[in-house]
C-alpha cells in the first residue's frame, strides 16, 4: 500500500492512499463471508458455498458497493493510526481509481490537530500545597449552624443588627427604569450577613415594620453583574415584618440538637474533618489544574477552529441551563454582562481552546504512560453510579455505549492526573 500524506495547513490533511491486490483480496474475502447464507448456489449447502463460486453468484453492484465502504474505512483507519495524524472529523473522501478488486486510490481531506509536541511532563515540579483548617473556620460554621437553628420571633420596634427582616424592594437606575435583578419580595435578610452590596444593610438597620424608604447606591467597581458596575440604583424599600434572632447557645446540647455528637468538642472535631475534606478536593483540582497549565505553556499544537467552534457551543450550552435554572434568559444575562451574542463568544474562545489543548494534552500522556482503563474498573464505576440513581430511565442511560465511553475517558483522566501529580511531586 503506498500512502502520501501533505498538509495544505497545520490543521488540515491530505492523504493519498494506493492499494493493490494483496490488501484488497484480504478485504474482498471478508465482505464475501458476509454474503455466506445469503446466496443459494445447486449442489451446495447454505453457508458452504466456494469463495470463487460465491462471487459469481452474488449482485456485483452489492459486492462492490460493500466492498468498498469495507475498503475506505480500513485504509484510512490503518493510515491514520501508521501516519499517527490526530483527526478531529470525518474525513472527506474522493475515489480516485477502482479496479475491482485489483486497483484502489483514493483521498480523503480532514481537519487533524497539528504540530503536536507535548513538553517533558516528567521534569515538571511542583510542590502541592499542605491544607489547614484554622479555628475561625470551624468557628464560622458554628455560627451558621446556630442561625440554621435559631429561634425567631416577631417583634414591634426598629431593625437593629442581627435582625432578620422581610422587605419588599426594587431598584431603578438614573432614568427610572426598573433593573433587572435589583428587586424581590417578602425577601428575608439577616441584617450584618453583609449579602447586599455596602450601604444597603445600613439603610435598613432603624426602620420599623411597615416603613418605606428610598435611597441611591452606587455598585462596587468589581461587582460580578459588569453593567450594574459602578452604576448608582435607587432602592425603593418596605420593610414587612422584623424578626429578632435568638441563637442558642454552643453547649453539648447544641452539639446533639446539630447531630449525633456527645460534646461541642466532637461537633467541631466533625466540622474540621468534614472541613479538610472539602479542602482537600479543592485544593488537588487547583494543584491539578497548576500542573497541566504548566505543561501546557511548554507544549505546542495547533487546533483547528472547527474543534474550537465545538467546545464553544459546548460550553454555551451549559451556560445557557445554569442560565435558565437561575430564573433568567439568556438575553437578560448577556445584558448583565453588558456583551452582545457575538462578544461574549468571542470572550470564550480563549477558555475554550485552553480546555481542548489540556484534554488533547492528557489524552497523548495516557497514551505515552500506556495507561488503560480496565474492564472491571468500568464496571465498579458504573455499579457506585447506578446506586446513586432509582430511575429506571437513568440507570438504563448509564448502559448505553456512549454513556459508558465518558465514564471511561473520565476513570482515564483520573489516573493520568494521578500519574502527573506523582511526577510533580516527587523531588
Known amino acids: 500500500m503506498q500512502v502520501k500524506v501533505t498538509h495544505p495547513s497545520s490543521t488540515e490533511a491530505s492523504i493519498t492512499v494506493i492499494a493493490a491486490e494483496p490488501e ?28 470463487a463460486m460465491l462471487e459469481k453468484n452474488v449482485d456485483q453492484n452489492l459486492l462492490q458497493s460493500e466492498f468498498l465502504e469495507s475498503a ?10 501508521a501516519q499517527k495524524l490526530r483527526p478531529v472529523d470525518n474525513p472527506k473522501i474522493s475515489i480516485k481509481k477502482f479496479v475491482p478488486f485489483s486497483t484502489l486510490e483514493f483521498e480523503a481531506i480532514v481537519a487533524v490537530v497539528g504540530n503536536l509536541k507535548v513538553a517533558d511532563y516528567k521534569a515538571i515540579k511542583l510542590a502541592p500545597k499542605p491544607v489547614s483548617i484554622t479555628a475561625k473556620e470551624v468557628a464560622a460554621v458554628i455560627k451558621s449552624l446556630q442561625e440554621r437553628v435559631a429561634k425567631k420571633q416577631d417583634v414591634d420596634r426598629a431593625a437593629k443588627k442581627g435582625d432578620q427582616v422581610y422587605i419588599d424592594f426594587k431598584g431603578t437606575d438614573a432614568k427610572d427604569k426598573p ?8 425577601y ?19 426602620m420599623t415594620a411597615s416603613q418605606e424608604k428610598t435611597f441611591t447606591l452606587k455598585f462596587p467597581a468589581d ?23 435568638i441563637n442558642p447557645e454552643v453547649n453539648d446540647e447544641f452539639a446533639a440538637q446539630i447531630g449525633p455528637f456527645k460534646s461541642v468538642d466532637e461537633l467541631k472535631a466533625d466540622i474540621e474533618k468534614q ?29 483547528p477552529q472547527l474543534l474550537i467552534d465545538d467546545q464553544l457551543d459546548r460550553m454555551e450550552r451549559e451556560e445557557k441551563q445554569n442560565v435558565t435554572y437561575r430564573g433568567q434568559t439568556w438575553e437578560e ?10 462578544q461574549h463568544r468571542k470572550q470564550k474562545a480563549q477558555e475554550a481552546e485552553a480546555r481542548l489543548k489540556a484534554s488533547l494534552l492528557l489524552a497523548e500522556i495516557a497514551e505515552a504512560e ?28 448509564l448502559d448505553k455505549p456512549e454513556n459508558r465511553q465518558e465514564i471511561a475517558g473520565r476513570i482515564l483522566t483520573e489516573k493520568t492526573l494521578t500519574r502527573l501529580r506523582g511526577y510533580a511531586g516527587k523531588k
Do not use: C, W
Open 275 to 303: 472541613l479538610t475534606v472539602e479542602r482537600q478536593q479543592e485544593t488537588d483540582r487547583a494543584y491539578e489544574s497548576e500542573i497541566i497549565q504548566a505543561i501546557s505553556a511548554k507544549s505546542n499544537m495547533d487546533i
Open 24 to 51: 484488497l483480496k484480504a478485504i474482498k474475502n471478508t465482505v464475501l463471508a458476509r454474503f455466506q447464507g445469503q446466496v443459494k448456489v445447486p449442489g451446495f449447502r447454505a453457508g458452504k458455498v466456494p469463495a
Open 333 to 342: 444575562h448577556l445584558a448583565e454582562e453588558g456583551v452582545t451574542a457575538e
Open 179 to 186: 433593573v433587572s435583578g435589583a428587586d424581590g419580595t417578602d
Open 223 to 245: 461587582y460580578g453583574v459588569k453593567v450594574l458596575a459602578n452604576k448608582k440604583i435607587t432602592f425603593a424599600v418596605t420593610v414587612t415584618k422584623i424578626q429578632e434572632v
Open 188 to 206: 428575608p435578610l439577616l441584617l450584618g450577613s453583609n449579602k447586599f452590596i455596602p450601604g444597603f444593610e445600613t439603610n435598613i438597620i432603624g
Open 370 to 397: 500506556e495507561l488503560q482503563v480496565m474492564p472491571e474498573e468500568l464496571e465498579i464505576r458504573l455499579q457506585a453510579l447506578k446506586g446513586q440513581y432509582k430511575d429506571p430511565q437513568m440507570l438504563a442511560e
Open 72 to 81: 475506505l474505512q480500513q485504509l484510512y483507519a490503518q493510515t491514520i493510526r
